[in-house]
C-alpha cells in the first residue's frame, strides 16, 4: 500500500550536541510512572533556577541576552525568545519530563551536564539562535562539538504547536532521541554505542530503511526509531521517499526490525499519548446543528455535532459547484493525472461505490472559489480537520472516527465510531490516475494549500491508531466531509 505523507525539513544533524562522563546506565522497568528525584539535588548548571512556570532566564545560569523566556520543571530547561509563545515552551518541558520518565540516571546526566533545549520561532531556523551551532566533528560517530561547555538540543516551534507546515508530531523527540542517547546512554553505559552500532549494521545488510532517512548512520537511525516508537514519526510510502518508510508505530517497528526495537525497549519507556497540542480536547461545547442537510443535486446528508461545528455524517456525493457549474467526472487516468481542472471519480471508475464511500474530488475542485459544498456549508481547512481529531479523542485514537463497518472484513484496529463521524474507507484515487485503499484508508481533503502543487489532507489507515497529516498532490482524489460556516 502506498502512503503519501507530508516530509518535514531535515535539521537533526544541525541540533544537537553532547558530553563525556562516565558512570553506569539502567533502566527502571516499573510498569507504573516513578516519582523523578528534585532536579535541585543535582549540581547542574540549571538545578539552581527551577521553575514550572514561563520566566525570565535568571541571571545565575548566564544565558545570551538573546533569550527571554525560560521555563525549567525538570532541570533541563527550556529557553526562547520573546517570539516563542509560552505554549510551546510548556509543551517542550512537558515533552522532555515526558520522554525522561523513569530514566532517572539519564535524567541526573543530563542535568549535571547543563544540557538544555533552545526553540527558534515560526519563520526562524537555527541561524536565528545565537548558538549558530557549528558542527565541528564526525555525524557518523555523534562526536558534536558546538563551542566549549555548551551542551544543547534545539527544535521548531511549529511542530510542538501543531501547525500544518509542522507536520505530524515533535520535531523535538528526534532531538531529544539524540541528547538522550549521546549524552545518557553512551556516557553511562560504556557498550550501549556498540550494542546500537550491531543494531544498525544487522538492519542495512538486510536491506532495512533503504531510502530513508534513518540510513544515514546508526546515530539518526535510533533517533529516528525513537520518533517511531512514540508514534510521532512522518509516515512515507513502503519502499521510503528518501526521508521516510511507512513504518509508523512501536508494533510495527517490532516486525520490521527487531534489533532496534529490542533496544529501545530495553533502555527507554514504554509510556504512550505523548504531550502536546494533539492531546483530546475536553470541551462540552457543542453548536445548533441541523439534523440534515441537502447538496446542489439533491443528496440529502446526516449532520453529526462534534464539539461546536457541525459537520456531515456521510461522504460528499455532489456532481456540481454549489453555483450550479457541472464537475467534470473524468474516468481516464492519464487525464486525471494531467488535467488542470476540478473533477471527480468514483473509486474503480464504479458508481456503485457512490451511495457508500461517495466521491473522491482532486485538490482542484475542492478550492474552487465556486463552492463545493451547500449553501452555508464549506471545504474544512487542515486546522478545521485538526479540531475534529482533537474532539474525537486526538491524533492516537482514529478508530473514534472510523465507522464499525465498511473498513474489510477484519481490519487490524477495528473502528468504534465514537465520535458519531461515521467516516468510511472510501480510498483515494493516486496523482497518477489509479486508485488505492477503499476498505482501508481515507484521505479528507481540506483547502489548506502548501503550494500551488500540494494540499493539505488528514489520512486515516485502518492499521493505525495515529491521525496522519498528509502533504499530497492536488490531482490526488480526496474523501470530502463538509462544516457548517
Known amino acids: 500500500m502506498q502512503h503519501f505523507h507530508l516530509i518535514r525539513p531535515i535539521i537533526s544533524k544541525f541540533l544537537l550536541l553532547v558530553i563525556i562522563l562516565f558512570s553506569s546506565c539502567q533502566k527502571d522497568d516499573s510498569a507504573e510512572q516513578l516519582n523523578e ?19 525570565s532566564p535568571p541571571a545565575e545560569v548566564n544565558l545570551n541576552s538573546y533569550y527571554k523566556k525560560y521555563i525549567n520543571c525538570n532541570g533541563i530547561p527550556v529557553i526562547g525568545s520573546e517570539d516563542v509563545p509560552d505554549e510551546a515552551l510548556e509543551i517542550a518541558s512537558e515533552t522532555i519530563n515526558f520522554l525522561l520518565t523513569n530514566l532517572t540516571q539519564v535524567r541526573n546526566k543530563l542535568i549535571l551536564d547543563g544540557n538544555y533545549v533552545a526553540l527558534y520561532p515560526e519563520g526562524g531556523s537555527l541561524a536565528s539562535l545565537p548558538e549558530n551551532f557549528p558542527i565541528s566533528g564526525s555525524a557518523s560517530t555523534g562526536s558534536y562539538t558546538y563551542g566549549p561547555d555548551l551542551r544543547a538540543a534545539a527544535s521548531d516551534v511549529t511542530s510542538l504547536l501543531c501547525k500544518p507546515e509542522g507536520g505530524v508530531g515533535h520535531t523535538l523527540v528526534h532531538e531529544m532521541g539524540h541528547m538522550i542517547h549521546l549524552g545518557g546512554f553512551r556516557q553511562l553505559d560504556g557498550s550501549f554505542q556498540s550494542q546500537l552500532n550491531n543494531a544498525y549494521n544487522n538492519a542495512r545488510s538486510n536491506g532495512l530503511w533503504d531510502n530513508t532517512y534513518a540510513a544515514t548512520n546508526a546515530n539518526e537511525y535510533l533517533a529516528e ?41 530495553a533502555n527507554v ?9 494533539r492531546l483530546p480536547v475536553q470541551s ?6 441541523p439534523s440534515t442537510i441537502s447538496d446542489i443535486d439533491g443528496n440529502v446528508y446526516e449532520v453529526v455535532n462534534i464539539g461546536p461545528m457541525c459537520w456531515m455524517k456521510e461522504n460528499l456525493r455532489t456532481t456540481r459547484y454549489r453555483n450550479g457549474n457541472p464537475i467534470p ?13 476540478g473533477a471527480w471519480a468514483h473509486f474503480d471508475n464504479d458508481s456503485g461505490n457512490d451511495a457508500v464511500y461517495g ?41 473514534n472516527l472510523r465507522s464499525t463497518q465498511n473498513w474489510g472484513d477484519n481490519p487490524p484496529i477495528p473502528g468504534t465510531n465514537t465520535s458519531g463521524f461515521n467516516l468510511f474507507a472510501g480510498g483515494i484515487r493516486t496523482a497518477d490516475g489509479g ?32 491521525v496522519f497529516t498528509d502533504n499530497i498532490p492536488k490531482n490526488t482524489g480526496y474523501t470530502c466531509r463538509c462544516i457548517k460556516d
Request: hydrophobic residues 35%; negative net charge; aromatic residues 10%.
Open 225 to 265: 526509531a525513537y520518533t517511531i516508537w512514540y508514534g510521532v514519526n512522518w509516515i512515507g510510502p513502503e519502499g521510503g521517499d528518501g526521508v521516510r518508510n511507512d513504518i509508523g508505530t512501536r508494533l510495527e517497528l517490532q516486525g520490521y526490525d527487531a534489533g532496534i526495537h529490542g533496544l529501545l525497549n
Open 359 to 399: 466521491k473522491l474530488y482532486n485538490g482542484i475542485a475542492l478550492v474552487n472559489p465556486a463552492g463545493l459544498c451547500p449553501e452555508g456549508w464549506h471545504v474544512p481547512s487542515i486546522q478545521e480537520l485538526q479540531d475534529l481529531v482533537n474532539y474525537a479523542g486526538g491524533d492516537h485514537k482514529s478508530f
Open 37 to 55: 528525584p528534585d532536579p535541585a539535588q543535582v549540581d547542574g548548571r540549571f538545578s539552581v533556577a527551577i521553575s514550572c512556570s514561563v520566566i
Open 329 to 341: 467526472n473524468i474516468q481516464d487516468g492519464g487525464q486525471w493525472q494531467n488535467t488542470s481542472i
Open 435 to 466: 486508485f488505492n485503499g477503499l476498505g482501508s484508508r481515507s484521505n479528507l481533503g481540506s483547502v489548506t494549500a502548501v503550494s500551488d502543487a500540494n494540499n493539505y489532507s488528514k489520512a486515516i489507515f485502518d492499521n493505525h491508531e495515529f
Open 284 to 289: 462540552g461545547a457543542s453548536a445548533n446543528c
Open 269 to 277: 519507556n514504554s509510556l504512550t499519548n505523548i504531550p502536546g497540542c
